[in-house]
């Protein structure tokens, strides 16, 4: 069975800076999907970022990117020119795309919090 | 709007009781999960249904029953056998394949 880790139970940046959230995962597959979703206060999970095991590019959006390293297993998130509004759980959970598999295991989260 | 609806946002039984957790979708997705969330412990799976009338355990899914009649709906019932069932619950749904979840705002459980 696959597993999610988030090592970072907190995080704190300051306003403007970049910060970096780690996930590691175990895995025998070759083809699969990884994502990073925010749960800000509300509660309401967000899509942050996805990522497709097969290509190698880096996923970006605005001023969230991943950084992919297949063969160790890593898919760290990080956020450039923090704000605010980033302070959030965030969840970095892999996807199967075996027919049967396909559900989303999640990692315990990372609390990030953002210092004016 | 299309989206995934979970009602009611709060929900307060006594111990003992059955309670059931609604879930509905207007986004044409196959796919449903029931998530639980404790503080520390990330999102567990309950149970996922792939196609109507068929459904699947998740890794906790013992003292809890589903059903999906409809490819709109995907009912939790939380029954007296769940030890622990106060918690939050999150509902989401997706395409099959390659596609992201999508979540509902979730429903906070208070057993007591």
């Known amino acids: 069975a696959q597993t999610v880790t988030q090592s970072q139970p907190e995080m704190s940046v300051q306003e403007a800076e970049t910060v970096t959230l780690s996930c590691t995962y175990d895995t025998s597959e070759s083809d699969y999907y990884l994502f990073w979703y925010k749960q800000p206060p509300s509660r309401q999970m967000i899509l942050v970022i996805r990522?497709?095991?097969?290509?190698?590019q880096n996923a970006t959006e605005n001023r969230f990117s991943v950084n992919f390293q297949k063969a160790a297993k890593s898919f760290s998130l990080k956020i450039s020119d923090s704000q605010l509004g980033d302070a959030a759980m965030y969840f970095c959970?892999?996807?199967?795309?075996?027919?049967?598999?396909?559900?989303?295991?999640f990692g315990k989260g990372t609390k990030l919090t953002v210092n004016p | 709007d299309g989206g995934i609806t979970q009602s009611p946002k709060y929900l307060f039984r006594k111990e003992g009781q059955n309670v059931t957790l609604s879930c509905e979708q207007n986004?044409?997705?196959?796919?449903m999960y029931w998530y639980r969330q404790d503080p520390g412990q990330g999102l567990r799976l309950i149970y996922y249904?792939?196609?109507?009338?068929?459904?699947q355990k998740g890794d906790i899914a013992e003292g809890y029953s589903v059903s999906r009649e409809k490819k709109e709906s995907f009912p939790l019932t939380v029954t007296s056998a769940q030890k622990n069932p106060t918690a939050f619950y999150l509902c989401?749904?997706?395409?099959?394949?390659?596609?992201?979840?999508?979540f509902g705002n979730g429903t906070r459980l208070t057993v007591t």
């Open positions: 249904s792939q196609i109507v009338n068929d459904f």
């Open positions: 986004l044409n997705h196959d796919a």
């Open positions: 989401a749904s997706s395409l099959i394949g390659r596609s992201p979840l999508h």
């Open positions: 990522q497709e095991a097969y290509k190698q």
């Open positions: 959970a892999y996807r199967s795309v075996i027919g049967g598999s396909e559900k989303l295991v």
